[in-house]
C-alpha cells in the first residue's frame, strides 16, 4: 500500500478540532406565564420580548400558561426557572433580578403595566391618587398573590384578595361583593367580553409597574452568562428581530 503524505496527514489532524467542534447544546429556561395571549403568534407582548431576547442565546424557552400565584409557587418549589413580574425585595428570597447596586435596572426589563381601580358603573367609589372612597364598607379586590398587596393594605379599607383569575375578580363586583377592584391593563379585554358597559375604570391610575424576566436563584447560579446575556438583549430588545418560529 502506497505510504500517505506527510503533509496529507497533518492537514487532516489540524482539521479534526474543528470537525469535531459542535455548537453548544442550548439550556432549557422553563417560563411560567401568567399574562394573557396578546399577539398573532399567541402568547403575550411580554414573553414575545423574551423570547426575542433569547434568540442568539443557547437557551430553550419552554413555557406553559398558570395564575400569577401559580407561577410564584413553581419557581420557588423549582418546577419552573422563571417568570415574568414586578420586583419585590422579598420575592429576592428565591429568584433573580437584573441589578446595579442593589436596585432592578430598569431598561433590562420586559416593559410595564399600569393598574388600575374599576366600580361598577353608576357608582361613587373615587381614588384622588391618595386616599380611596366611597366603598361604602365594601372590601376593595384584588387577586390572590398580587405583588401590591402589601401596598394596598396601607390604604386602610378592607381586602378581598381571594380571586384567583382576572374573572373571578370581575364576577365579585358584578355581584356586589366587592366595592372596587384592582385590574392591570392585561385585563381591559376580560372587561370588554364579561361586562360591556357594566364596569368603568377610574380617570386616575394606581400605579404604574414594571416588569422583570426574573429567574429562580438556583437557574441564575448554574446559567450566570447566559441569564445575564437574555437581560442585556431585553435592553437592546428594541432593534431586535422576531424569534423563529416555534422558539
Not at 398580587?146 to 384567583?164: C, E, F, H, I, M
Not at 429562580?216 to 447566559?226: D, I, K, P
Not at 437592546?236 to 424569534?243: T, W
Request: glycine fraction near 8%; hydrophobic fraction near 45%; include cysteine.
Amino acid at each position: 500500500m502506497p505510504a500517505i503524505p506527510a503533509a496529507l496527514v497533518l492537514g487532516v489532524l489540524a482539521l479534526q478540532p474543528t470537525l469535531g467542534t459542535a455548537a453548544p447544546i442550548p439550556v432549557t429556561l422553563r417560563l411560567c406565564v401568567s399574562g394573557q395571549a396578546t399577539t398573532p403568534e399567541g402568547v403575550g407582548v411580554f414573553h414575545q420580548r423574551v423570547l426575542t431576547a433569547a434568540r442568539d442565546v443557547a437557551l430553550n424557552i419552554e413555557h406553559y400558561v398558570a395564575p400569577r400565584a401559580r407561577c410564584l409557587q413553581d419557581t420557588r418549589m423549582g418546577t419552573a426557572d422563571a417568570l415574568i413580574g414586578v420586583f419585590t425585595p422579598e420575592r429576592q428570597a428565591w429568584l433573580a433580578y437584573p441589578l446595579r447596586q442593589g436596585q432592578p435596572v430598569a431598561e433590562q426589563g420586559v416593559g410595564s403595566i399600569q393598574v388600575r381601580i374599576y366600580r361598577r358603573a353608576g357608582t361613587r367609589v373615587e381614588w384622588d391618587g391618595t386616599a380611596l372612597s366611597g366603598l361604602e364598607e365594601q372590601p376593595l379586590g384584588l387577586k390572590f398573590g398580587s405583588s401590591y398587596g402589601a401596598d394596598v393594605a396601607k390604604l386602610g379599607v378592607p381586602l378581598d384578595d381571594r380571586a384567583k383569575t382576572d374573572e373571578q375578580l370581575i364576577a365579585k363586583l358584578l355581584y356586589g361583593r366587592v366595592g372596587a377592584i384592582l385590574l392591570t391593563d392585561e385585563a381591559v379585554q376580560d372587561l370588554a367580553k364579561i361586562a360591556p358597559g357594566k364596569i368603568e375604570a377610574l380617570a386616575r391610575t394606581y400605579s404604574t409597574m414594571p416588569l422583570y424576566l426574573a429567574v429562580s436563584t438556583a437557574f441564575e447560579r448554574e446559567h450566570r452568562v447566559l441569564v445575564r446575556q437574555l437581560w442585556t438583549n431585553l435592553a437592546n430588545g428594541a432593534e431586535r428581530k422576531p424569534p423563529p418560529a416555534g422558539r
